[in-house]
């Protein structure tokens, strides 16, 4: 059972969403061989003041 962990800067709509999962599960069953129905995704929005690159915060 595959899981995915997503962690983006909040801000993307329910659509991209849906999309982005689409295209991992998708993935997952063509190169990994897993069925649909046991890709997991868990879709975390973060503060783009909660996110740091280079020891900097982002916002």
Not at 10 to 19: A, I, L, P, V
Not at 20 to 41: D, F, M, S
């Amino acid at each position: 059972m595959p899981v995915v962990r997503v962690s983006m800067w909040k801000g993307r709509t329910r659509e991209q969403k849906e999309e982005l999962a689409r295209a991992i599960t998708k993935a997952l069953v063509e190169i990994a061989g897993t069925q649909p129905e046991h890709v997991h995704i868990i879709f975390e929005d973060v503060e783009k003041s909660d996110w740091a690159i280079a020891g900097r915060l982002c916002g």
